[in-house]
């Protein structure tokens, strides 16, 4: 059981759980504001344009309510809504992966030019220590 927890610690541990972790949280503050832009502003707007208060006027009602049962509603609003919400994600994921790898590729050539330099430099003569000037100067005076 001991070993069990050890294996686990060093699991949690590594670096890239807490990255996940920490992308997980972000993910669903992401998906909040996401959900308020569809519901608030997307959603309305769709409402304002097929001339109904809300997106219920979307809905299709294929059996009404009774005493004894609810009504049988096809929730297309609310299926609209998801679609966008998933399309504004995916935009977002989209346009970040593009970034990043614009940014990668960017710094994978800068780096290759700098090998590039490095390597058709000439091999500079190194510089004599201090030590080295003062015993070549002796050298020259004992020669005098």
Do not use: C, H, Q, Y
Request: charged share 25%; proline share 3%.
């Amino acid at each position: 059981m001991k070993k069990f927890f050890e294996e686990f610690k060093t699991f949690i541990s590594k670096g890239n759980v807490l990255d996940m972790a920490v992308g997980v949280i972000v993910g669903g503050a992401f998906g909040a504001i996401t959900s308020s832009l569809v519901a608030n502003v997307i959603t309305p707007l769709l409402a304002w344009i097929f001339g109904t208060p809300n997106t219920d006027a979307l809905n299709i009602t294929l059996r009404a309510a009774t005493e004894t049962e609810e009504a049988l509603v096809l929730g297309l609003g609310t299926f609209v809504g998801a679609i966008i919400n998933f399309l504004v994600i995916a935009l977002v994921l989209f346009s970040v992966i593009k970034a990043f790898n614009k940014a990668r590729e960017l710094a994978e050539k800068a780096a290759k030019k700098e090998e590039e330099a490095k390597e058709e430099a000439p091999a500079e003569d190194p510089k004599p220590t201090t030590e080295e000037l003062l015993a070549s100067i002796l050298d020259e005076i004992k020669k005098k």
